[in-house]
């Protein structure tokens, strides 16, 4: 028996349907959340990203504005354009697209943007917040994996959780997520001994390693839920995910595909927090 597969297309689908409702009513109030990006370089796979965000953005009834910036900019052009959109009350998120040049102090700029204009969640009081227990915003990959989950029923209480990768925009907030909801929660890493001994332990399985196809069949548990965060481009410039899809689906009770998994919720939990913020505007 082959796994059941989640559809973040059709899910991602569902939820922006649910979430344009929202915003027309905001809008019909006078408040039209905005979702402020900046893209600095010309990286085509960040230009592709930004693309899909603001067509998102603009289907469910939001304005997006987006700055680009050339490679070599001056940082406090940046940082300038940030405190202007921290200033303007009818921007309701600010991102700035990630990564940025080596010249950038990335960890500045991103304490730079208003805690609560962060809708990428990465700020450290919302760090801070989300450990806590007490999020303000969500990070967006992380927030899509749970939906997903709930989706799927996947059953979280006392569930033996693997996450593959330690990274501050996916492993560390997606552990912090499950673990509220009661699940065991173990983080491998590249310097992880035996990493298959972990794998094949857990209920849930979360790949977000960026490392081609090296989660493989033999390394699941028969019957888990196996989340694929990767996005990763073979030679030919096909995309694929850190699972390699065609053994794993043989074992896994349910899966998640690259494309149409994972990538589209993140930008569908990127409307989600715009939204959340130009609501919370209102209070
Ligand atoms: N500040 C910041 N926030 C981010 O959330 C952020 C970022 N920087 N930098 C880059 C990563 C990557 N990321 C993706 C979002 C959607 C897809 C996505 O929709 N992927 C489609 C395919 C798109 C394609 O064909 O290339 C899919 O998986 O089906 C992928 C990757 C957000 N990121």
Do not use: W
């Not at 694929?228 to 390699?244: H, M, P, Q, S, Y």
């Amino acid at each position: 028996m082959t796994a059941k597969i989640i559809d973040g297309n059709a899910l991602s689908t569902e939820v922006r349907g649910q979430l344009a409702e929202r915003a027309a009513a905001l809008t019909s109030v006078g408040i039209t959340p905005c979702l402020a990006v900046i893209l600095v370089g010309e990286d085509p796979a960040s230009a592709v990203y930004v693309r899909n965000k603001v067509a998102a953005c603009e289907k469910a009834g939001m304005i997006s504005l987006r700055d680009v910036y050339a490679a070599d900019v001056e940082p406090a052009l940046v940082f300038a354009r940030i405190a202007e959109l921290n200033a303007d009350p009818s921007v309701h998120g600010i991102l700035v697209q990630l990564p940025l040049p080596k010249h950038f102090d990335s960890e500045a700029i991103l304490e730079s943007i208003s805690p609560e204009k962060d809708v990428d969640g990465f700020h450290a009081e919302n760090v801070g917040a989300l450990m806590q227990g007490n999020p303000r915003f969500i990070p967006c990959t992380p927030y899509g994996v749970m939906k997903m989950l709930e989706s799927a029923k996947v059953p979280l209480k006392g569930a033996e959780v693997v996450i593959v990768g330690r990274s501050n925009i996916v492993g560390k907030p997606m552990a912090m997520l499950l673990l509220a909801q009661s699940c065991t929660v173990t983080i491998c890493h590249s310097q992880s001994r035996d990493l298959a001994f972990h794998t094949r332990r857990a209920d849930i399985l979360v790949a977000a390693v960026g490392r081609a196809k090296m989660i493989t069949g033999d390394m699941i548990k028969p019957g888990a839920t196996v989340i694929d965060v990767g996005i990763n481009r073979t030679a030919e410039g096909k995309l694929c995910g850190d699972v390699d899809f065609e053994t794993a689906k043989e074992v896994a009770g349910v899966i998640t595909p690259v494309p149409g998994g994972v990538g589209p919720m993140t930008i569908t939990m990127l409307l989600a927090n715009t939204l959340e913020a130009a609501e919370r505007s209102l209070k």
